[in-house]
T-cell receptor
Framework: GNSVTQMEGPVTLSEEAFLTINCTYTATGYPSLFWYVQYPGEGLQLLLKATKADDKGSNKGFEATYRKETTSFHLEKGSVQVSDSAVYFCALSDLSDNYGQNFVFGPGTRLSVLP | DVKVTQSSRYLVKRTGEKVFLECVQDMDHENMFWYRQDPGLGLRLIYFSYDVKMKEKGDIPEGYSVSREKKERFSLILESASTNQTSMYLC?????????????FGPGTRLTVT
């Protein structure tokens, strides 16, 4: 079945540091890939997505590129802020997922940004 | 913007009580979902619905039921709450047939059963 693996957290960075959160996936088809962010006490928000190989999703300074050859979708940001402190989830969905019932989430990576 | 709202942010109930969690979405999405989120266990799908009055079990349906009488509203019911149902409950919605669209989540309800 499909699966998503994320780097272990927590990740602690100083403000303005470069961020990378690794995500790799296993899928039988050609999945769409997503990053979600969860701020403390909140639900998940869709941060960015990519639907085919070499697509780059971007939002709020975050970027991730769909790499089919390495089955990866790493999240990056050039300069993090304290307000980026949250838990980040990588996720995938494929075309067999008619209703979204097989949406697969990674375990989440907690990011703490210190001033 | 898609809006998914949940009836309560925080809820405290006693063991054995019947608990209703309500979710409403305003974007005419066909699919709606209930997840629970627990530390170390991630997000687990309880139930989903792909149309009015249609429901399907997810990975952990035991102890829960759902109701979808209107397209925009999806309710999660704990028939007899137990302490192991203390958790964060997240509702989500999505369009059908478009794997690339993604899901939209509500703010969550943190339920404590004492």
């Amino acid at each position: 079945g499909n699966s998503v693996t994320q780097m272990e957290g927590p990740v602690t960075l100083s403000e303005e540091a470069f961020l990378t959160i690794n995500c790799t996936y296993t899928a039988t088809g050609y999945p769409s890939l997503f990053w979600y962010v969860q701020y403390p006490g909140e639900g998940l928000q869709l941060l960015l997505k990519a639907t085919k190989a070499d697509d780059k999703g971007s939002n709020k300074g975050f970027e991730a590129t769909y790499r089919k050859e390495t089955t990866s979708f790493h999240l990056e940001k050039g300069s993090v802020q304290v307000s980026d402190s949250a838990v980040y989830f990588c996720a995938l969905s494929d075309l067999s997922d008619n209703y979204g019932q097989n949406f697969v989430f990674g375990p989440g990576t907690r990011l703490s940004v210190l001033p | 913007d898609v809006k998914v709202t949940q009836s309560s942010r925080y809820l405290v109930k006693r063991t054995g009580e019947k608990v209703f969690l309500e979710c409403v979405q305003d974007m005419d999405h066909e699919n709606m979902f209930w997840y629970r989120q627990d530390p170390g266990l991630g997000l687990r799908l309880i139930y989903f619905s792909y149309d009015v009055k249609m429901k399907e079990k997810g990975d952990i349906p035991e102890g829960y039921s759902v109701s979808r009488e209107k397209k925009e509203r999806f309710s999660l019911i704990l028939e007899s709450a137990s302490t192991n149902q203390t958790s964060m409950y997240l509702c989500a919605s999505s369009l059908s047939g478009l794997a690339g669209v993604g899901k939209y989540f509500g703010p969550g309800t943190r339920l404590t059963v004492t």
